[in-house]
């Protein structure tokens, strides 16, 4: 069975700061991967897809960035964090040449103090 | 533009009680919603899907319907448990498919069941 996994769960870093979150799918190959941002009380907002190692796309210009060095693996970097990226972070992911069954991680909550 | 629009926000509902949440849409061309259950602090978790050709699906005490001609869904939950307490999120994607194109997700609506 597949699984998916973010890290850290919960994090809070000062404005101006750097940010690496990590998210990791078992149990497929070659999977799509997402990342979307929840803020409170608001739907979920799409940030970056990838469909292959080293291929990203950006759905909102920003402060944030996105790598994939291996196949089931997803990071979401920025350089310097803003009070605007606070929120909860969630990573998905769907099977080869689909988008319509996206599976979610458990989530990241970070706060940017 | 692609919207999905959910009602009500909140919801507060007794134990046992049954409840019904609604979401409308204007996402053309229509493929498939989804109806995901998402607790606090966690990631969404899938409850049902339907395509265009179904107007109901169940998953033990959720049922889902779906008009594809008014563009209406409603996620109905009967017998209410204090564990059903948590942000139900609708979401609908397009007719053309492949990882290019986007989910369009409501804003959810936040269901409260209380002893």
């Known amino acids: 069975s597949q699984t998916i996994h973010q890290w850290p769960a919960t994090l809070v870093q000062p404005v101006g700061s750097p940010l690496s979150l990590e998210c990791t799918v078992e149990?497929?190959?070659?999977?799509?991967l997402y990342w979307y941002r929840q803020a409170a009380g608001r739907g979920l907002q799409l940030l970056f897809y990838?469909?292959?190692?080293?291929?990203i796309s950006s759905e909102v210009p920003q402060n944030l960035s996105a790598s994939r060095p291996q196949d089931r693996q997803f990071i979401l970097s920025s350089k310097k964090l803003l009070l605007s990226d606070s929120g909860f972070y969630l990573c998905a992911w769907s099977r080869t040449g689909t988008v319509y069954e996206q599976y979610f991680g458990p989530g990241t909550r970070l706060t940017v103090t | 533009k692609n919207q999905v629009e959910q009602s009500p926000q909140s919801l507060i509902i007794l134990e046992g009680k049954n409840c019904t949440l609604q979401c409308n849409y204007t996402v053309s061309p229509f493929s498939n919603l989804r109806w995901y259950k998402q607790d606090t602090g966690r990631g969404p978790v899938s409850l049902t899907i339907?395509?265009?050709?179904?107007n109901t699906k169940s998953n033990g005490r959720y049922t889902a319907t779906l008009d594809a001609d008014t563009k209406q869904s409603s996620l109905h939950i009967t017998a209410s448990q204090l564990s059903d307490s948590a942000s139900y999120i609708c979401v609908v994607s397009d007719r053309y498919g492949g990882a290019t194109n986007k989910l369009i997700f409501g804003t959810g609506t936040l269901l409260a069941v209380q002893p």
């Open positions: 149990g497929t190959s070659n999977p799509n």
């Open positions: 990838s469909v292959g190692i080293g291929q």
């Open positions: 339907m395509t265009f050709s179904e």
